[in-house]
């Protein structure tokens, strides 16, 4: 404070700045203390001393408060901020030389004083003295200076003029007052100190408030120039688990590194966090890993250098906040954007880039990749049926098969709904692709258990391939999709590559689609009946009612071709409703022994209000259950678990007979067989016309069915019977009954109708 020792280079300033600005404050009023005490002086000695050198002697102390007054004008314009150390010294100098020239005034005046001047000058010294030691607590050069000549003065004089003892006071005296200076200015320090301190860490705050717009919550912390902490704020330390005292002096990057300080194995993000402080080039988001108390965070760190006012680098200054929360929804956010949540598996959006990239790749090196469209054969039952729950318990085991079936060289997704798709990346030769698809076919048609449930599924797969079949993911989707539908057009459980026809043939599909959507409102659909005779006597036992359609532009469709259209749209309910109300009412107009055969699709018994909608046909009909046979085909076994089992045992409780069509085309075995009582088993056509060309397999077959059938008290029917060689050999087979054009094509209903007019039920 005394400025006769030198100050750190940044603070000299501001301390000696302050310290003028503090006593310059009190300036006047010395000066004007001063002028009274010089008056005073003056005005005592005028009588006894020669006007010269009372004269000469105010001149000397106008002079001496000159430069003190000028200096203070000097700051006032610089705002005290080119005060340095020599200023000071100045100031002191100054202060010096008042006091000495009062010492002069008490050494020369004092000489031929009388005792009443004596106590005036002494009165004035002592005044003065406690003056200055208020008036400059800041600067205690000065204060020293003017107490120790001002003091010396007055005890010389007591000493000389009067009692030793109040020499002896007067020395207390100034010794009180220099050593209550001395304190004050010390004071005056700590003051300006806290007063600084203070005022940084406010600019610290706004500065980072205002650099890195941030909240006041956010941590804050401060680095020194060999990248120390020098000063964390409270939050930033309990960020870390600690506190604000055991981070002071630590490096940054240890304190960030954690536990991987010691290993040397760094996260990218601190090595650019170095590189930054290296640099001393500010840095904001900063994003990096923090271990704390053993527990990885993410961090969110901005930062800026420190520079003096000269220019010089002090460190860093920086905020700080914990961002593991938003990270990891964010994490969250973008995997549910790339990732199905059911089966974790990659989502369109994903494959779909991934397969871009891959065709991005094969071109570049001249190969093959190949997109594999998988779709569920019966998903959409199952899920009907038994609900979704089941149906996303039944998808995460597919998932989970895919998964194993595909290997590196592959990567498997899922479309949504019952679609996954496979890209393989690098096709080795053509051959490959049938086989990954075969695999992928077995794996997924296994049985599956759920909830108690065992599931039967298949899986119907279309393949493209780049380049040939497309150069664009998009391209090579849509041919995969067509494929596959051809797939499962063609039987299921297949699988099809992409040929170009295909989209003919796709366009041709979504016509008849479109088309049948109106065929029922606009009364384009009809039934005919084919008879079906006993085998024995020839009689007319029943009729099977065999739908048509007829568009007025597209001409007569067989339902071969539009009823697995109408399945695949979900129209298949409605059009099977209008079949077996029409089929009971004309039925209801034939002899009571007639039976009528009504064709029933499997998805039509998966809907809850199918046994309903038999009641209310029979009912509206005004027609005998028991003169209503159902046929089914094979493939409700495959759906065991579904509730079918149960539908068809209310049906036979409701007095309706039960056919099994087309047995032996499907997964025939016989064990289906003693699970529902079926009053007939139909044998297709393929077995009728192979025992006719003397196939032994057909002929065991028929054996087989015809032996099993009699030991279960079912009936039989031979379909498709075309000649009278193949209605013998039929009836010599055991056969009980026989449909076939041998005995009548399908008919429309009034010929049906017409075969009972004599009475005789006999065709043929
Ligand atoms: P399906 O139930 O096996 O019907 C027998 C099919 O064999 C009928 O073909 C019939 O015309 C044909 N057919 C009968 N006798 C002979 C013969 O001696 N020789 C030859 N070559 N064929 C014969 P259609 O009418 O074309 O029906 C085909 C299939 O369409 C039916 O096979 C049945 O599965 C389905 N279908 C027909 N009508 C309906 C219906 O109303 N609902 C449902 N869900 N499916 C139906
Ligand atoms: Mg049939
Ligand atoms: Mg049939």
Known sequence: MTGLQRLPGEH???????????????????VTLAAISVF???????????????????????????????????????????????????????SFLQGAVWLMAMVMFSREAHASEIVTLWTIACCLMAAVAIAYQSTPLSAVGFIVTIGGGAIWMMLKHADPLLAAVVTTYA???????????????????????LAEKREVVSLLLREHDVDASDSLWQTDIARRLTGVSPSFARMLGTNAED??????????????????????????????????????????????????????????????????????????????????????????????????????????GELSSVIEQVAQWNRRCAFLMIDLDRFKSVNDTLGHLVGDQLLAQVAERLRKVCSANEICGR??????????????EPLYIDQLATAIIEAVSQPYLVDNHTLFIGASVGSSSAPQDGSDAE??????????????????????RYAPSMHADAEERRLLEVALRDALARDELHLLFQPIVAAHTTEVSGFEALVRWTHPALGPISPAKFIP????????????????????????????????????????????????????????????????????????????????????????????????????????????????????????????????????????IINAVVAMAQSLDMETTAEGVETEAEYDLIRALGCSKIQGYYFGRPMPAADAHALFGDNSSQVA
């Open 12 to 30: 000299v300033e501001f301390v000696h700045g302050s310290q003028l600005r503090a006593s310059d404050r009190m300036l006047n009023l010395c």
């Open 40 to 94: 005073l002086v003056d005005f005592r000695f005028a009588g006894h001393l020669p006007a010269w050198m009372l004269v000469l002697w105010t001149t000397l102390m106008a002079l001496a408060h000159a430069p003190s007054m000028r200096m203070r004008w000097a700051n006032i314009a610089s705002d005290y901020a080119t005060v340095t150390r020599g200023v000071l010294l100045r100031h002191g100098a100054w």
């Open 175 to 197: 010794m009180l007052l220099l050593g209550a200076s001395l304190r004050q200015a010390h004071l005056f320090g700590i003051q300006l100190t806290t007063n600084k301190l």
């Open 247 to 352: 981070l002071e002096g630590r490096s940054i990057l240890q304190v960030l590194a954690g536990p991987s300080w010691e290993g040397g194995k760094f996260d990218p993000a601190l090595h650019v966090l170095a590189e930054k402080l290296k640099d001393r080039v500010p840095f904001s988001d900063l994003v990096l890993p923090v271990f704390v108390s053993g527990q990885q965070r993410w961090w969110e760190i901005s930062a800026s250098p420190r520079i003096d006012e000269k220019g010089a680098f002090l460190g860093f200054r920086g905020v700080g906040s914990d961002i593991t929360v938003q990270k990891e929804s964010s994490e969250r956010i973008s995997q549910m954007a790339r990732y199905d949540m059911l089966t974790n598996l990659p989502n369109r959006l994903h494959l779909t």
């Open 415 to 428: 479309l949504g709904g019952d679609e996954f798709a496979v890209v393989i990346r690098d096709v080795p």
């Open 475 to 496: 391209t090579l989707i849509r041919s995969a999709d067509l494929a596959m539908y051809r797939a499962k057009e063609a039987g299921r459980g297949k699988h099809l």
């Open 565 to 700: 259209v109408a399945e695949d749209a979900r129209l298949i309910a409605p059009i099977g409703n209008w079949v077996l109300r029409t089929a009971c009412r004309e039925a209801s107009q034939w002899p009571e022994d007639v039976s009528i055969s009504v064709n029933v699709s499997v998805e039509q018994l998966y809907d809850p209000e199918f046994l309903d909608t038999v009641v209310s046909a029979l009912a509206h009909g005004g027609l005998a259950a028991n003169r209503l046979e159902l046929e089914v085909t094979e493939s409700i076994f495959l759906r065991e678990g579904t509730g079918v089992a149960q539908l068809l045992e209310k049906l036979i409780k409701l007095g309706v007979r039960l056919s099994l069509d087309d047995f032996g085309t499907g997964y025939s075995s016989l064990g289906y067989l003693s699970r529902t009582r079926f009053n007939t088993i139909k044998i297709d056509r393929s077995f009728v016309t192979g025992a006719a060309r003397n196939q032994r397999e057909s002929i065991a």
